[in-house]
């Protein structure tokens, strides 16, 4: 009986039956589907998370933008305006001093913080003994109340029975109504302010300066370079992204600028102090004028986010 002739496979058909064929996963397909698997899981956990941010963030948003196109009313009555509340704006000579105000406040507010944040927090990155006390003792103005802050040093700044004013008739000077003059007001209502915040950026600032490696400076050191040179040509750049960040979280802080201006001066003298968040205060709670006040604070946010850009495109970006 002749056998059966065994049976040959030519090239193709090996070619043609894959691995799906042969009925084997292809390589590399159960990871893919298993990292999906587990983003999908990792979205679910998040997704509660996501939800509320999106609901209690931009869900303002929106509604401030769709309120400051309106004329709403306190009983809860509401007319469509378009552009109005922002031509409104415009025109209005308050809203521009409210500006001036909030530009020379930040001027002077952001560089006087962040310089005291960076020349503390280099003081303590040298300081060896009792590090975390010092610490401790800068940071403490920081969470303590703005309005106690503010009450403190409108005491200080008192032009008959202040501490200044009591050091400077010592040395025959004053006495000086700080918070009565207005060149002087904003420089003292931002001194109080960088007293009482400074020491989040210091901590920030701190923790970027014990990041740097030691040994590029030991090398600069070894090659003659002085303490100014180091920190010019080796912190400084290696600071810059940690920089830019306390840069933008200040500058957000000058430009909402509104408790100590109400509890030292109430705005005053002559609205010397009047920033733009106490305009969005009173516009809002006191003359119920809501439409309005939500554009004054899309305005503050058009002017946050344009200056935070100019920031990064100075110190943002990596050389």
């Not at 999908?40 to 509660?48: E, I, S, T």
Request: glycine share 12%; aromatic share 14%.
């Amino acid at each position: 009986m002749p056998s059966a002739a065994p049976a040959t496979t030519s090239p193709g058909d090996t070619a043609g039956r894959g691995p799906a064929a042969s009925g084997t996963s292809p390589p590399g397909g159960g990871g893919r589907a298993r990292r999906r698997r587990q983003a999908r899981v990792g979205l679910l956990f998040a997704a509660p998370m996501l939800l509320l941010f999106v609901v209690f963030r931009f869900g303002p948003v929106l509604g401030a933008v769709f309120l400051s196109m309106t004329d709403y009313r306190l009983n809860g009555e509401w007319t469509f305006i378009g552009l109005d509340n922002y031509t409104r704006l415009g025109g209005d000579d308050l809203f521009r001093e409210s500006l001036t105000v909030t530009l020379l406040y930040v001027v002077i507010f952001v560089p006087l913080t962040v310089l005291l944040s960076l020349a503390t927090a280099a003081m303590l990155h040298r300081v060896v003994w009792r590090r975390g006390l010092f610490r401790g003792i800068f940071f403490l103005p920081y969470v303590t109340s703005i309005v106690l802050a503010a009450v403190i040093w409108k005491w200080i700044y008192d032009a008959e029975d202040g501490l200044v004013n009591g050091l400077l008739g010592l040395a025959s000077l004053g006495p000086v109504d700080f918070l009565g003059r207005g060149e002087l007001v904003l420089p003292s209502i931002a001194l109080t302010s960088a007293w009482k915040g400074f020491g989040y950026s210091m901590l920030i600032l701190l923790a970027g300066l014990q990041a740097i490696p030691r040994s590029f400076t030991e090398a600069a050191m070894i090659d003659g370079a002085g303490p100014w040179q180091r920190f010019r040509h080796i912190t400084l750049p290696l600071l810059r992204p940690v920089l830019f960040f306390v840069l933008v979280i200040e500058t957000i802080t000058a430009f909402q600028v509104f408790d100590a201006m109400y509890v030292m001066t109430g705005g005053g003298p002559v609205r010397s102090s009047y920033s733009l968040v106490y305009m969005l205060y009173d516009s809002g709670f006191k003359f119920f004028d809501f439409g309005y006040a939500s554009a004054i604070g899309l305005v503050i946010f058009v002017f946050v986010l344009g200056v935070s850009l100019v920031q990064r495109r100075f110190l943002g970006k990596e050389d």
